[in-house]
């Protein structure tokens, strides 16, 4: 803004100008289809009105700007296809020394951040000086703030400007105490489609690049042969010259900052704020970045200066790396060369950059909940999951009964209360006000209307009659016999229902679905894994529309390696229940598997999508994006679980498990080898040697697992996870007495917090949690019991068996007490507990071959008939085919129990 006055010289009028001030109008809005604004902004003095003056100032001035152009510069399609991105920066704890001299007059400088189009260069020009105290009241300044608003994806950035020193009371002095660099104006740079895809395509392969500060000083044009040489050499240096007439110098101090663009690349993300180290600049740093990127989820791609940057100086402050091989002296240098050296100075001062690199929309738009189902539909198309209702028979007259039952408890109970009310009334007048009651209070059609539903089902599936009858004969012979039907059936109801005086039924052991899921991890302990199968496939078919039964299926599929069957599973659990994490999670495993990345991202997507707020989901997408080498979604991912606030430990010892329950050695190595850049609580120590030991065993890794038990021993001498685990080895190295030792020991220390049960606890529903319960504990008791068998110690043995049954009863347990009691002689206790087994498994062929035995040592020959078929047709499950000879020899001996002697 300039004042214009007319001034009278020699009877002349001419024209004076004065500069009163500046002010900034951003053009931007004429970028966005606008042909015309308004603005409003505050006018700058000028310096050259003094310090003075503009201290004794009071007032504000503000200037009303209106823009106005004849058409729009870009059109409509342009505006919606384009992009903006800001950068603003600001550099603290800048060097104090002499040379570096930031408080000079006619010192500026350069901040220049690499971009797939071209350098966005910040200047600090006179006005724009370094200036001293962190609190400093800035007229030109520009916030720079780490907070990410709302509506924005961005990650905030871990700083690491403090090269060591972490205290934040250190750094906040350091700060303080030196001087800072601000750039006025946020630099903005418009981004057209062709660029948009540019920069897409530029930061996957590029994922650092270097923010270039350098210190200049100015000259003015034209004065003297050295300023024109110097003009001529910043001219390609610092590409361009000032306004007012000067000049920059070539660069000095030329330092870097490395700068992780990959955050621009996650969904929705418009805004990546971090603090980044200033260090002398190298070439060789910046690839040896990049290189890092490629370092696993535990590298923190925050983490981005690269150990052994600072040139290595010698005692005159010389660059050692560039002397040439004649050793010539440091002033031989180039300027390049010189003004790298200088940058030292940086490191010394601990100077860092905090950047804020914003844009406009995303470059990669953040995909809506429809789209997310809409991608899953076409990897897993949906289908009808309504289940059709079949009411058999049998079902149907168990609900008659039931509601015969419940009519005749409520009838009963509303007669008491007559005979309460009226005791001294006879019989009839009692029934008379029962009757009464009934029909005023509507009871008596609730009760019709009650039974009316469970006599059509009777007709329906018992009498198979769903047409109307026509002919009046018919109808007659069928309501009589019909009546008469449901009058005996209802007789046995009632009379079951308040027969007083029968005798006691036994309970019915009722097997669920989480008996059925320990039943099979206890046949796949064994490796019995054709049982496991079958109780798994029994628990399927029980409900066809529980998720949790195909969920876990699936998993023994894949510790199977059936990859084709746990694909067809978790299928079936996503067709279910869309929403099922961990079934997603096991579905984007198979995919891994069967190297379909594509597949595998739309099934971690809509995982993560379901359960945005669940770390375990977010560290194994990381995980396995780090597998196919897509570092920017395994980064979005890291940090989408580190926002979450959980314990890294705990997630990683999670994800471990979640692999181990797939049995994919690849994941579960890579999951451990991430653990391992972490820093575990001491008993998240004993987890993780655990399961890395675990891992080892399952997977047949023997001398391995031998090599790190005896460590791992002595350092958790207590650990009956590890005891037990060194129970397991030995019984797999075949050396009995050594596990029997080790069992022994494990079920005398205190116990502790089994690993399955969390495993349990992350990965299961509740019949799993219910099922893997003190599992680890279980297995130990079952196989020390039939170490004991073998050894002969039949009364151990019984002991143990009995304990487990305590506990975790199942058909093997009551197996094992059977056994042990047959072998002491004790008959009538064994057929006990052979009956209990054949009550958790009919199936069991070794309960049915003792229990052929029991009979014929006490001379049931129709019953040893009988046990004898059942064993014979279940031989195929005998875990001792021995015991066959073992009945036959005591046939011949009796003579009886083999009904097929003489066939």
């Known amino acids: 803004l300039r004042e214009v006055l007319m001034v009278e010289k020699k009877k002349k009028l001419e024209t004076q100008h004065q500069d009163l001030g500046t002010c900034e109008v951003s053009l931007r809005t004429l970028l966005d289809g606008s042909s015309n604004f308004r603005t409003s902004t505050q006018l700058t003095p000028t310096p050259e009105k003094g310090a003075a003056e503009e201290a004794e100032s009071t007032c504000t001035v503000v200037v009303d700007v209106e823009v106005i152009i004849d058409q729009p510069l870009l059109s409509r399609a342009q505006c919606e296809s384009s992009n903006f991105m800001t950068v603003s920066a600001t550099v603290y704890s800048i060097p104090d020394t002499t040379s570096f001299a930031h408080d000079s007059t006619g010192v500026v400088f350069q901040g220049a951040l690499q971009l797939p189009y071209q350098a966005t260069e910040l200047t600090s020009g006179s006005d724009d000086r370094a200036v001293h105290a962190r609190n400093a009241s800035l007229t030109h300044g520009v916030a720079v703030s780490a907070d990410v608003p709302e509506a924005s994806a961005a990650i905030a950035m871990t700083e690491q400007c403090t090269q060591g020193s972490e205290d934040p009371t250190i750094r906040q002095s350091q700060d303080e105490a030196r001087g800072r660099i601000e750039w006025r104006m946020p630099h903005t740079v418009y981004l057209d489609a062709e660029t948009i895809e540019r920069t897409r395509a530029f930061i996957p392969k590029n994922r650092f690049v270097t923010f270039e500060l350098t210190r200049h000083t100015t000259s003015e044009v034209g004065k003297g042969d050295k300023g024109g040489k110097a003009s001529k050499a910043s001219s390609s240096s610092a590409k361009g010259a000032l ?101 030292a100075e940086y490191t010394s001062a601990h100077t860092y950059v905090v950047l804020q690199i914003s844009m406009q929309t995303p470059l990669v738009a953040k995909r809506p909940q429809a789209e997310v189902a809409e991608r899953l539909s076409s990897v897993i198309p949906p289908r009808d999951i309504q289940v059709q209702r079949r009411v058999g028979a049998e079902r149907a007259m168990v609900d008659f009964k039931e509601q015969i039952k419940t009519v005749a408890r409520q009838l009963a109970d509303e007669h008491r209360r007559q005979v309460g009310n009226g005791s001294q009334c006879d019989q009839a007048e009692v029934r008379r006000k029962l009757l009464y009651e009934l029909n005023v209070s509507g009871k008596y059609f609730a009760y019709k209307e009650l039974l009316k539903r469970a006599v059509v089902r009777v007709v329906r599936e018992k009498f198979h009659q769903t047409h109307a009858i026509v002919d009046p004969a018919e109808r007659e012979d069928f309501l009589a016999s019909l009546y008469t039907f449901l009058v005996h059936e209802m007789q046995d109801a009632l009379n079951a229902e308040f027969a007083f005086s029968a005798a006691p039924q036994p309970a019915e052991v009722d097997i669920t679905d989480s008996d059925l899921l320990r039943f099979a991890m206890e046949a796949e302990s064994r490796d019995d894994f054709g049982q496991a199968a079958k109780y798994l496939q029994d628990c399927i078919e029980r409900s066809k529309a529980n998720v949790e039964t195909w969920y876990q299926y699936g998993c023994f599929c894949m510790r199977r390696h059936d990859v084709s069957k746990a694909a067809e599973c978790f299928r079936e659990c996503v067709t279910l229940q869309p929403t099922h994490t961990n079934a997603l999670l096991m579905a984007a495993c198979v995919e891994w598997h069967h190297k379909d990345v594509h597949k595998m991202q739309i099934l971690l997507e809509s995982a993560t999508t379901a359960s945005t707020g669940s770390a375990l989901a977010w560290t194994v997408r990381a995980t396995l994006s780090d597998m196919v080498g897509d570092t920017i979604d395994r980064d979005m991912c890291v940090a989408s679980a580190k926002a979450l606030d959980a314990d890294a430990c705990a997630v990683g010892i999670a994800v471990v498990q979640f692999f181990t329950l797939i049995n994919q050695p690849a994941l579960v190595e890579k999951a451990l080898a991430d653990m391992a850049l972490l820093a575990p609580t001491e008993p998240q120590k004993e987890t993780i040697a655990t399961l890395r030991l675990r891992h080892l065993i399952t997977s047949g890794a023997l001398d391995a697992a031998e090599a790190m038990l005896q460590p791992c021993l002595a350092e958790h001498f207590t650990s009956t996870n590890i005891r037990g685990l060194e129970g397991h080895l030995r019984f797999r190295q075949g050396d009995m007495a050594a596990a029997q030792k080790a069992y022994e020991r494990c079920l005398e220390l205190p116990a502790a917090g089994d690993v399955c049960e969390g495993l349990a606890t992350v990965h299961f529903g509740d019949a799993g949690r219910a099922a893997v319960e003190g599992w680890d504990e279980h297995v130990v008791r079952m196989r020390l019991g039939s170490i004991y068998l073998h050894n002969k110690e039949y009364s151990e043995a019984k002991r143990v068996f009995l304990s487990a049954c305590t506990k975790t009863p199942t058909s093997a347990s009551w197996e094992g007490v059977g056994v042990a009691c047959y072998r002491m002689d004790d008959l009538g206790e064994a057929e006990m507990a052979f009956a209990e087994s054949n009550i958790y498994n009919s199936h069991n062929a070794m309960a049915w071959a003792y229990l052929v035995l029991i009979c014929v040592k006490t001379g049931r020959a129709v019953e040893a008939e009988q046990a004898y078929k059942y064993c014979l047709n279940n031989e195929h499950t005998l875990s001792d085919p021995a015991i066959l000879g073992e009945v036959r020899a005591a046939q011949d001996a009796a003579g009886i129990g083999n009904a097929f002697v003489d066939a």
């Open 243 to 343: 306004s007012g007439g000067l000049e920059l110098s070539p660069p000095g101090f030329h330092g870097m900052a490395l700068v992780d663009l990959g955050p621009l690349m996650y969904p929705g993300a418009t805004c990546i704020t971090g603090a980044y180290p200033v260090v002398p600049y190298s070439a060789t740093a910046l690839e040896a970045a990049r290189a890092r990127v490629t370092g696993g989820i535990g590298v923190d791609a925050t983490d981005s200066v690269p150990p052994n940057t600072t040139p290595e100086l010698d005692g005159g402050g010389k660059d050692k790396s560039r002397k040439d091989k004649g050793g010539k002296a440091a002033k031989d240098m180039s300027p390049e060369d010189a003004a790298v050296a200088e940058a």
